[in-house]
């Protein structure tokens, strides 16, 4: 198996940024229910107060003072607790803690409104990077659009109508669009485009930080606006991507794009899942032959089954010929 590359440094490294978190005035941070979570991993900031109800936590937020929130989504409160933060600060940053496999609670808590996530075993420089980015002045960050798309056939054109929809988006809000390919073991959007990538979604979910400078050197620049994330070269690669990390690379995404477009893989399976509960608009490609047609409605259902609303699912007839 050839190993991929490593993602080359950027300029003042891991180092020089906690240096200057050091040098910087302390900013304050509430901790909730995380006993175990000490100062020392959070340089540049300091533990203003520590809750461990609710109703403590809610008090202090509401007496404000602190640049952000950081709790365990471990808590069976949590969601709940998110929800009652947002809704008496909306500004204010939440950190999330979870256990690297709680895939689904990581998509539960983005959409409560937790503005980052960062998983056990904390690192100093997983959790500053997710405070910093949680703690940022209100109006810097991007919140994109994701659009993804399902081909309910096989060869139905849905990663040629991926590559055009990024390109188009591109073209009418003039500035970059991401493309992501999700098919991990046999997605084509690099080869649509003739290009072979440097880095890939292999290289990004085995980094220590995914963020937005990681994003940015990860993603390959085509001509036409669009930055594509391609799927790893090797199926070894392809299979040790975990699905619980899918959420926070596209979290990132779309803190850094405004449109992002998803080609997924014609499976329903954990990492498509988590896709689908990120993306705001689904398009269900479909060929007017018997066996598309069937797919659609079987996969309609499901989705409804799952709570996806309609106005999140659209169909797109592919290949139609007028009689």
Same mark, same amino acid.
């Given at each position: 198996?050839?190993?991929?590359? &490593? %993602?080359?440094?950027?300029? #003042? +490294? /891991? $180092?020089?940024?906690? @240096? *200057?978190?050091?040098? !910087?005035?302390?900013?304050?941070?509430?901790?909730?229910?995380?006993?175990?979570?000490?100062?020392?991993?959070?340089?540049?900031?300091?533990?203003?107060?520590?809750?461990?109800?609710?109703?403590?936590?809610?008090?202090?937020?509401?007496?404000?003072?602190?640049?952000?929130?950081?709790?365990?989504?471990?808590?069976?409160?949590?969601?709940?607790?998110?929800?009652?933060?947002?809704?008496?600060?909306?500004?204010?940053?939440?950190?999330?803690?979870?256990?690297?496999?709680?895939?689904?609670?990581?998509?539960?808590?983005?959409?409560?409104?937790?503005?980052?996530?960062?998983?056990?075993?904390?690192?100093?420089?997983?959790?500053?990077?997710?405070?910093?980015?949680?703690?940022?002045?209100?109006?810097?960050?991007?919140?994109?659009?994701?659009? &993804? %798309?399902?081909?309910?056939? #096989? +060869? /139905? $054109?849905?990663?040629? @109508? *991926?590559?055009?929809? !990024?390109?188009?988006?591109?073209?009418?809000?003039?500035?970059?669009?991401?493309?992501?390919?999700?098919?991990?073991?046999?997605?084509?959007?690099?080869?649509?485009?003739?290009?072979?990538?440097?880095?890939?979604?292999?290289?990004?979910?085995?980094?220590?930080?995914?963020?937005?400078?990681?994003?940015?050197?990860?993603?390959?620049?085509?001509?036409?606006?669009?930055?594509?994330?391609?799927?790893?070269?090797?199926?070894?690669?392809?299979?040790?991507?975990?699905?619980?990390?899918?959420?926070?690379?596209?979290?990132?995404?779309?803190?850094?794009?405004?449109?992002?477009?998803?080609?997924?893989?014609?499976?329903?399976?954990?990492?498509?899942?988590?896709?689908?509960?990120?993306?705001?608009?689904?398009?269900?490609?479909?060929?007017?032959?018997?066996?598309?047609?069937?797919?659609?409605?079987?996969?309609?259902?499901? @989705?409804?089954?799952?709570?996806?609303?309609?106005?999140?699912?659209?169909?797109?007839?592919?290949?139609?010929?007028?009689?």
């Amino acid at each position: 198996m050839r190993k991929a590359a &490593a %993602l080359p440094p950027r300029r #003042g +490294g /891991a $180092g020089h940024r906690v @240096l *200057a978190r050091e040098r !910087a005035v302390s900013r304050p941070i509430l901790v909730h229910n995380l006993p175990d979570f000490e100062p020392a991993l959070v340089p540049g900031f300091r533990i203003a107060l520590r809750t461990r109800t609710t109703q403590e936590l809610l008090a202090a937020v509401t007496a404000g003072g602190v640049a952000a929130v950081v709790l365990d989504l471990g808590d069976p409160h949590a969601l709940t607790t998110i929800t009652q933060i947002v809704e008496t600060q909306p500004a204010l940053g939440i950190v999330g803690v979870a256990d690297r496999s709680d895939g689904s609670l990581v998509l539960a808590a983005l959409r409560a409104g937790c503005t980052e996530v960062t998983l056990r075993p904390l690192s100093q420089e997983d959790v500053c990077t997710a405070l910093e980015r949680a703690s940022a002045p209100a109006g810097t960050a991007v919140v994109g659009r994701t659009v &993804a %798309l399902f081909g309910t056939i #096989g +060869g /139905a $054109g849905t990663t040629t @109508l *991926a590559c055009h929809l !990024a390109a188009e988006c591109a073209a009418t809000t003039q500035q970059p669009v991401a493309l992501v390919d999700l098919d991990l073991e046999f997605g084509g959007v690099a080869s649509a485009f003739d290009s072979a990538p440097n880095f890939t979604l292999a290289d990004v979910a085995r980094a220590g930080v995914i963020d937005a400078a990681l994003i940015e050197r990860a993603a390959l620049a085509l001509p036409g606006g669009v930055r594509l994330l391609a799927r790893p070269p090797e199926l070894d690669d392809a299979h040790a991507i975990d699905a619980a990390v899918v959420p926070h690379i596209l979290h990132a995404v779309r803190g850094l794009y405004p449109v992002t477009v998803l080609d997924l893989p014609r499976q329903l399976t954990p990492l498509v899942g988590a896709a689908l509960e990120l993306a705001d608009k689904l398009i269900l490609v479909v060929q007017l032959t018997v066996p598309s047609v069937r797919n659609a409605r079987r996969l309609f259902g499901a @989705l409804r089954r799952e709570g996806v609303p309609d106005d999140r699912l659209e169909f797109v007839v592919n290949r139609y010929r007028r009689s």
